[in-house]
Nanobody, 115 residues
Framework: QVQLVESGGGLVQPGGSLRLSCVAS????????LGWYRQAPGKERELVAS???????NYVDFVKGRFTISRDNPKNTVYLQMNSLKPEDTAVYYC?????????WGQGTQVTVSS
């Protein structure tokens, strides 16, 4: 069974930084679709960033230049480094991976940006 466990969320002031981690229970080396979504209260879940097995990254416009996604295949871990955080970044952040059998999600980690 595929399990994804996120960590690293918390409360941070505007302008601050957080690093989210997502550890998978399977080897991620060959998985081409990994990434992060987020869901703010009252809003739909939205893509934040993704990374392929070759390391090619994709970001949505509202995080470009502030967030960085990376992967450590030997550790089966995907990271999301978030800098210059804004109150509108407040949300539950979910990591995901796509397999032929379907899409798997972590349980989510809360990120709150507030002074």
């Amino acid at each position: 069974q595929v399990q994804l466990v996120e960590s690293g969320g918390g409360l941070v002031q505007p302008g601050g930084s957080l690093r989210l981690s997502c550890v998978a229970s399977i080897r991620i080396f060959s998985i081409d679709a990994l990434g992060w979504y987020r869901q703010a209260p009252g809003k739909e879940r939205e893509l934040v960033a993704s990374i392929t097995h070759s390391g090619r990254t994709n970001y949505v416009d509202f995080v470009k230049g502030r967030f960085t996604i990376s992967r450590d295949n030997p550790k089966n871990t995907v990271y999301l480094q978030m800098n210059s955080l804004k109150p509108e970044d407040t949300a539950v952040y979910y990591c995901y991976l796509n397999l032929p059998a379907g899409t798997y999600w972590g349980q989510g980690t809360q990120v709150t940006v507030s002074s």
